[in-house]
DNA sequence: GTTATGACTTCAC
DNA sequence: CGTGAAGCCATAA
């Protein structure tokens, strides 16, 4: 029994999220929210997307097939473009682009 | 120990 | 539909 004075959230939660991940379909995404509701982390959201940013480049799962709830890829300047390819990624499996690069989230969202 | 930041979500205006 | 605020967790300083 380790002795921690702390919820239990870490190393059961990353497995969790990576299998749900490993879980997702071709051509079909999730969100941040329902990737970690999946994985037994309600209002974890954020970190889903913390753990990824972690393990992304060390890891096999499809992390460009999770997406914000907005139903659009998330844009930030921390990835160097990484979501460039995240776009190009999903586009090459069916996903069609709005003109704001956002994708229809209700008709591409997995559905377990 | 606190403070700030981030691949997020949800509600309110 | 845009913005603001609160909530949540891990990491870094």
Redesign the pocket.
């Known amino acids: 029994m380790p002795p921690r004075g702390?919820?239990p959230?870490?190393d059961e939660?990353v497995a969790a999220i990576c299998a749900v991940i490993s879980r997702i379909p071709k051509g079909w995404v999730a969100?941040?929210?329902?990737v970690?509701?999946m994985a037994g982390?309600p209002?974890?959201?954020?970190?889903?997307?913390?753990?990824?940013?972690?393990?992304?480049?060390a890891i096999k799962i499809p992390?460009?097939r999770?997406?914000?709830?907005?139903g659009e890829?998330?844009?930030?300047?921390?990835?160097n473009g990484?979501?460039t390819l995240?776009q190009r990624l999903l586009k090459a499996e069916g996903i069609e682009f709005d003109d704001?690069n956002r994708f229809n989230l209700e008709r591409f969202r997995w559905l377990d």
């Open positions: 702390q919820q959230v870490g939660a969100t941040y929210g329902q970690a509701a982390l209002r974890r959201a954020r970190l889903v997307g913390r753990v990824l940013q972690e393990l992304d480049p992390w460009h999770v997406v914000n709830a907005k890829v998330s844009f930030s300047l921390s990835r990484g979501d995240q704001k």
